[in-house]
C-alpha cells in the first residue's frame, strides 16, 4: 500500500506530500499522522504541501480533520507551501480549513511551531545543540 513518509525532527513531525493526493491515500495518511503523533508524543506537525497542485474537497477536509485531531493530541499543524491555485480553489469550495496555521516555506512554518510551543532562540539553540 502507498504511504506517504512521516519524519520525526525532535519535536515535530515532517510530512512531505510530492505524489498526487487521492482519497485513499489522504486517508491513510491521516489515520498514521495520528498514529504517529501519539506513539512519538510530536507537539507540532508540518505539512508541505507544495508539490500539490489540485487539492479537491475530500482532501481539503481531510487536511481539516487532521488539524483538529492533532489538536485533540496537543499538537499544532502547520500547513506550508500551498500553490495559488490550491488556495483559490479551497476558497472557491468554501474550506476554511479552520484550526490550520499557514506559512509559505517550511523554514517560516518550523518558526510558527516553535513559536506555538513558546521556545525561545536560546532554548532552540540549546535543544538543537544538545
Given amino acids: 500500500m502507498e504511504r506517504i ?6 519535536e515535530f513531525l515532517l510530512v512531505t506530500i510530492q505524489v498526487d493526493m487521492h482519497d485513499r491515500l489522504a486517508l491513510t495518511l491521516q489515520d ?3 498514529n504517529y503523533i501519539v506513539k512519538t508524543g510530536a507537539r507540532g506537525v508540518l505539512i508541505d504541501i507544495s508539490a500539490l ?7 481539503g477536509r481531510i487536511l481539516g480533520n ?6 485533540l493530541l496537543d499538537a499544532e499543524t502547520v500547513v506550508v507551501g ?3 491555485a490550491v488556495a483559490i480553489t479551497l ?4 474550506l476554511s480549513l479552520s484550526g490550520i496555521r499557514t506559512a509559505l516555506n517550511v523554514e517560516k512554518g ?4 516553535r ?3 513558546g521556545l525561545s532562540s536560546q532554548e532552540r539553540s540549546d535543544r538543537v545543540n544538545g
Avoid: C, K, R, W
Avoid at 513518509?5 to 525532535?10: A, E, S
Avoid at 476558497?91 to 468554501?94: D, I, K, R, S, Y
Fill in 53 to 59: 497542485e489540485i487539492v479537491d474537497s475530500f482532501i
Fill in 5 to 10: 513518509p512521516v519524519l520525526q525532527m525532535g
Fill in 32 to 34: 498514521d499522522l495520528t
Fill in 66 to 71: 487532521i488539524a483538529m485531531m492533532s489538536h
Fill in 82 to 84: 500551498m500553490q495559488p
Fill in 115 to 117: 513559536t506555538s510551543l
Fill in 91 to 94: 476558497v472557491e469550495l468554501g
Fill in 110 to 113: 518550523m518558526e510558527i511551531l
